[in-house]
C-alpha cells in the first residue's frame, strides 16, 4: 500500500495530543491519590515556579514521596510544611486543609480530546479512501459497445433502454495510477515537513535549558529569555529561543503556506 501523508500526519497528531494530554496529564491527574500531612518539603522555600518534592506521611505513619511538577497533573509547588493533602482517585479536585480545590482546566483537556479524535478520525477517512479508490466501479453510458471490444476486456449490461459498459479493474487501477502521476506531491510533503519542524520545535522547548536550567535570570551569562512550560520556568539565551520558536514557527508556516499554495494552485487549474 502507498505511502498516504495526510493520513500519517493526522495520525501523527492525534496519537500525539491523546499522549500529552490524555495520557501525560488527564490519566495522570485522575489516577493521582494522596492523603496526608506535609512533612518536609524541597526546597525548603515555597515556589509556584520551581518544582518541589514532597515527603508526605499518611494516617499509617508511612511517608510517601510526591514530586510537584510543571503539569497540570501535578499539585501546586508552593505547599508549606504542615499542609494537610487529600487527592482521591478518579477525580481532578483535591482538598487542602479541608478546603476543596478543583484548578484542573476540564473544558481545556476536554477540546484537545475531541481534537485528537477528530484527526484520528480524519486519518482512517483518507486510509479508507485512498484504499478504496482504485477498486471504484465507473459506469460508462453509452449507446451500444464499442466496436472490436472483446468480451476478455469488457463485459455489458443491457437493460430496455441504456446498455451499461463497465471498466474493468485492471483498467480502473491504470487509470488511477495515471491521475496519481499527475496530482502534485509536493503539498503533501510540504505538509508533513511542517509537521514535523513544529513537533521539533515542541520538543525543544520542553527540554529547554537542560541538564541545568536556568530557573531565575542571569544577565551575566544572558539567560534572560523565558520560556513557560505549563508553569515551569526556565531562563534561556537569546539563540536558544530565538532557535525553539524559530523552529516551530518555521514549521506552521511552511504547512500553512503550503495549504494555501495548494489551493490557489488547484483553483486556477479549474
Not at 147 to 153: E, F, K, Q, R, T
Request: net charge positive; with cysteine.
Amino acid at each position: 500500500m502507498k505511502f498516504n501523508p495526510p493520513a500519517a500526519m493526522l495520525l501523527v497528531a492525534g496519537i500525539w495530543i491523546f499522549y500529552g494530554f490524555g495520557y501525560g496529564d488527564l490519566w495522570s491527574r485522575l489516577t493521582l491519590e494522596v492523603d496526608g500531612i506535609l512533612v518536609a518539603r524541597t526546597p525548603e522555600s515555597p515556589s509556584p515556579r520551581i518544582n518541589a518534592d514532597y515527603i508526605i506521611r499518611g494516617a499509617d505513619g508511612r511517608d510517601l514521596r510526591y514530586a510537584a511538577g510543571p503539569t497540570d497533573a501535578s499539585l501546586p509547588r508552593d505547599l508549606t510544611v504542615g499542609t494537610r493533602i487529600r487527592k482521591r482517585r478518579w477525580s481532578t479536585a483535591y482538598e487542602l486543609n479541608g478546603r476543596d480545590v478543583d484548578d484542573f482546566p476540564t473544558a481545556f483537556y476536554a477540546g484537545m480530546l475531541a481534537v485528537g479524535v477528530s484527526c484520528l478520525w480524519g486519518a482512517f477517512i483518507q486510509w479508507r479512501a485512498a484504499k478504496r479508490r482504485p477498486r471504484a466501479n465507473f459506469h460508462l453510458q453509452v449507446p451500444t459497445i464499442a466496436p472490436g471490444a472483446s468480451s476478455s476486456h469488457v463485459s455489458s449490461h443491457t437493460s430496455e433502454k441504456t446498455t451499461y459498459v463497465i471498466e474493468p479493474t485492471w483498467a480502473q487501477q491504470a487509470r488511477q495510477r495515471d491521475e496519481d502521476r499527475r496530482v502534485p506531491r509536493w503539498p503533501r510533503w510540504g505538509g508533513f515537513a511542517g509537521l514535523v519542524l513544529w513537533l521539533v520545535g515542541i520538543g525543544m522547548a520542553l527540554n529547554a535549558g537542560q541538564p541545568r536550567p536556568f530557573r531565575e535570570p542571569d544577565i551575566a551569562t544572558g539567560h534572560t529569555y523565558e520560556i513557560n512550560n505549563h508553569g515551569d520556568v526556565v531562563y534561556v539565551t537569546a539563540g536558544e529561543y530565538w532557535r525553539i520558536y524559530g523552529t516551530m514557527a518555521a514549521g506552521f508556516g511552511l504547512g500553512l503556506s503550503t495549504a494555501v499554495a495548494s489551493k490557489l494552485i488547484d483553483r486556477l487549474r479549474r
